[in-house]
């Protein structure tokens, strides 16, 4: 939100487990911030995992952080 309100584009990625959690302090600040929910759970994945969850959700976080639309607060 900080971010956004100096009109640096931004967006945030969490796993599909913090859904209903982002959604409710979303609400909480008033705001619908940029996001993206990739496959839990995370903390039992290795180097090359990882490395494969960002492969496949980079071109939705290009689309996030230069979409005028998903940064509209």
């Avoid at 008033?30 to 039992?44: E, K, Y």
Wanted: hydrophobic share 45%; net charge negative; aromatic share 4%.
């Amino acid at each position: 939100m900080n971010l956004e309100s100096r009109g640096l584009p931004s967006a945030f990625i969490a796993s599909t487990e913090f859904v209903e959690a982002a959604a409710a302090q979303g609400r909480s600040l008033g705001i619908t911030p940029a996001s993206l929910f990739v496959p839990h759970p995370i903390q039992d994945r290795n180097d090359e995992e990882m490395a494969q969850l960002a492969r496949d959700a980079i071109e939705q976080i290009t689309r996030l952080v230069c979409s005028p639309a998903a940064h509209e607060l």
